[in-house]
Nanobody, 115 residues
Framework: VQLQASGGGTVQAGGSLRLSCALS????????VGWWRQAPGTQREQVAI???????IYKDPVKGRFTISRDIAKNTIDLQMNSLKPEDTAIYYC??????????WGQGTQVTVSS
């Protein structure tokens, strides 16, 4: 499977963006699928994931502002980001952590939030 991320851009603080991760084929099960981000000079961190048992897990700073969802018909994993803050600025990556085999990462998409 391959992942293709889209939807990044530049927005003012308080604005919204929607990221989409298109999977090249349907995947029936996984350990986790979702979004990670990496700001300059920092380590990549998990932002929001959907677990294999369909739980949504969010990093504390984005709780209540970001929503991850799965569109089965379109085969996408989307991240709706509201009330964006400058500290949300980063390259956002989607990834699939399968039950077996290697993790699959999409290319990053830049999100820039200006103050």
């Amino acid at each position: 499977v391959q992942l293709q991320a889209s939807g990044g851009g530049t927005v003012q603080a308080g604005g919204s963006l929607r990221l989409s991760c298109a999977l090249s084929r349907s995947v029936d099960s996984w350990n986790a699928v979702g979004w990670w981000r990496q700001a300059p000079g920092t380590q990549r961190e998990q932002v929001a994931i959907i677990t294999g048992d369909d739980r949504r897990i969010y990093k504390d700073p984005v709780k209540g502002r970001f929503t991850i969802s799965r569109d089965i018909a379109k085969n996408t994993i989307d991240l709706q980001m509201n009330s964006l803050k400058p500290e949300d600025t980063a390259i956002y990556y989607c990834a699939l952590l399968p039950r077996t085999g290697s993790d699959v990462w999409g290319q990053g998409t830049q999100v820039t939030v200006s103050s």
